[in-house]
């Protein structure tokens, strides 16, 4: 495993636009996040300090950092396709299965890529998290601080599996702009497919089915954090109440699909002529 994620992260810290992307992808989030937890004086007009807010309370920090992080995912995405689409135009692919690369891990060492920089923008994402909540929080027990910690899990989960459906579809398009594409097309589909089934049936079964969707599921991982936040500043508004916990099905829907994106990538790579 150490061997095939070596080579890869060889490949990456030697292409100058990939070391900028994943720096971009898992430091920008750290250091916004950090600049969102001071006060920030706006000429004189007003003093923003989103720590007054109680956003940084625990254990409700671990939900919205991790949805806020998320979205930055989008920058490694370009990594993940690109660095199938090297591989094809500069005809690496080929001179690593010469040189005695199998087929099987060429893909594992792209996965092994994927979890390496997922774990790592995790941990970023957790260490800021804590030291953050620590400074603005007003509860420091210990099992109200780590009361959370599932969203990290989420979080995690979700990097992974969304990094697996780029990766797939880098293999499938074998170029970068058409598979970031496809991220758009598929997005479109899944929304046009829950319009069908709600006009066919009911709103309630479309977003069933919908929460099984590639997309929708990993997004399902991690609910929108703003009704909770409005929550705490209403309690007596019961229709504000609503379930953002994270739920072990959510996973395995998300792992399920990770896995097949993988056997997916391995199947179309086993079949293609190279």
């Not at 089915?209 to 997004?219: A, G, T, V």
Request: charged content about 15%.
């Amino acid at each position: 495993m150490l061997r095939l994620l070596n080579l890869e992260l060889q490949k990456l810290l030697l292409n100058r636009t990939s070391k900028i992307l994943i720096f971009i992808s898992f430091i920008l989030p750290f250091t916004v996040l950090i600049l969102l937890s001071i006060k920030i004086n706006f000429f004189g007009f007003f003093t923003l300090e989103l720590g007054e807010l109680g956003i940084f309370n625990f254990p409700i920090i671990w939900h919205i950092t991790t949805f806020f992080a998320s979205y930055f995912k989008f920058f490694f995405a370009i990594v993940v396709v690109s660095m199938i689409g090297n591989e094809y135009s500069n005809k690496t692919i080929k001179q690593n299965l010469i040189d005695g690369l199998s087929k099987k891990e060429f893909i594992l060492s792209k996965f092994y890529t994927i979890v390496f920089f997922s774990l790592l923008a995790t941990i970023l994402i957790a260490v800021a998290s804590f030291f953050i909540g620590l400074y603005y929080s007003s509860y420091t027990e210990v099992n109200i601080i780590f009361r959370e910690v599932d969203f990290l899990l989420a979080y995690f989960v979700k990097l992974v599996g969304f990094f697996s459906l780029c990766l797939y579809f880098g293999m499938l398009m074998r170029r970068s702009a058409f598979a970031l594409a496809f991220l758009f097309v598929l997005y479109i589909l899944e929304w046009i497919t829950f319009g069908l089934i709600a006009w066919k049936s009911d709103t309630d079964l479309a977003e069933k089915i919908q929460n099984f969707f590639p997309l929708k599921s990993m997004y399902k991982l991690i609910d929108q954090p703003f009704q909770r936040v409005m929550m705490t500043k209403f309690p007596d508004k019961a229709d504000l109440a609503y379930d953002y916990a994270v739920h072990w099905y959510e996973i395995i829907i998300v792992l399920g699909w990770t896995a097949l994106f993988i056997f997916l990538s391995y199947r179309l790579l086993k079949k293609r002529d190279l």
